[in-house]
């Protein structure tokens, strides 16, 4: 906005209406007082100012809008009668633009003069602009590294009251923080702890993680500086956000009690199996032998209390084996021994085998899909153990109910097994667990007997066939299990 200062409102008139024909903004000021008023009050880019004016005149008003910080940039342009002097209307004013028109005012000269003075205005407001962003930018950044700071700090504090051994390294894998803790298994902050030789190496694992950006989790026998024995650490290692960089934070937790208690566990499973399985061996055959010399009539109580034994004994047998299982799986030690076979002698042989020691049961069993003449490779004795597993979880956890479907189907370059139950199903949150170890769903463990081993047992089998496993279920709805096996016979098998 223009403000024009004059004491004639005639001269007023005609310069308000010159300038805004010219599109310009125009505020107006009868008297030094009222523009210096004015002035202090609203911002102008431009003062066109009459110097002769009664009371105070232009080259005071100037004067004046020179003492304030404010307005002392504005430009002014003088309107004088005479030529005046420029030396004079400087004083007082040499930061901000000066320039004069006599009047009477040619319209022209005065335009062009007006027309540089604003363009300078606004040249100058737009560097005044970028300059205020740019400090505030400078401002914002300051503060962001500040908090960055206390959260960089606060992290450190954290780390450092962790009863773990923790520490920060950057996407390359190279050291930042280490808490008090790590110098018990490192004698340098650059360096990781040593690692037993037998175990994977920490900076292998670590640059794999750091190159795909997925968090690191292993367990790692680690030597303590003051010990010569190696302790099981559990690593994890973190990607964090550190300084605007995709930092990492990592913590060894000492798991070397669990870990021997885990190994005896296990190697008292292999004894007791083991020893437990040498009796049941002759208790078995010499019931057998019992059966056959009695020869009773299969009618007579004795028979069936003779038959009830066996049977106990036969699930006895069983379930001792499935511990063998878990501890040879445990070793490394569970034997495949990979044919080439009929897949559908193996899914009847399961299947007769499991109608056998259930004649009780009201289920009726159904088969579907065809699969005669096909041949895979694979162990068949370890598979018919998977299938008996699904079919005996069948029966049990759908007793009462009235058909159980084995489903066969050959795909592109797998054949699927499935076992279709409508039992008590399982909720679809435990689906992902009911393949470990020990696992059994919590809400029906109390009705039915069983280790939770099976189903473990059977994934080691498939896992070792290259095969998959899995289970699609939902609380009372009946479950699916089914297993599949790669088709692509080797040209070397027998
Ligand atoms: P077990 O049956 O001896 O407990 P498994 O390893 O065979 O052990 O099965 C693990 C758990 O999975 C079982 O405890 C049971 O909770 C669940 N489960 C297995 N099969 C079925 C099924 N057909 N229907 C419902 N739940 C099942």
Redesign the pocket.
Known sequence: MILIVDDNPDNIYSLQKLLESKNFKVDTAHSGEEALKKILKYNYALIILDVQMPDMDGFEVAENIAGFSKTKETPIIFLSAVNTDKRFITKGYDSGGLDYVTKPVDPDILMLKVKTFYRLYEQTQALKDIQQALEMEVERRKQAQLELRSKVDYLHTLLESLPQIAFTCDHLGNIGFVNGRWFQFSDSENTFPQTHPDDRSIMAELQESLESGKPLEMEVRVKKRDESGYSYQLLRVWPILENGENNWVGTFTDIDAQKKAEQEKDEFLSIASHELKTPLTSIKAYMQLLDRKLSLDKNCPEAKYVGRVQDQVGKLNSLIT?LLDISKIDNGKLRINKKVFSLERMVQNAIDSIVQTHDQSNMELYRQGDISGLMVYGDEIRLEQVLV??L???Y???AGTEKVIVDCSVMTDVVKVS?I?F????PEN?LSE??DK????????FD???????????SEIIRSHQGTIA?E?SAGK??T?YFTLPLNLPTDAE
């Open positions: 499935d597993n699904f005996t979880n069948a049990k956890y759908a076992v139950d039992g008590i199903g399982i435990k009911v393949f020990f696992y059994r769903v919590e809400e029906t463990s039915f007997q069983g280790l939770g081993i099976g189903l473990y047992i059977c289970v279920s009946g479950a299990f």
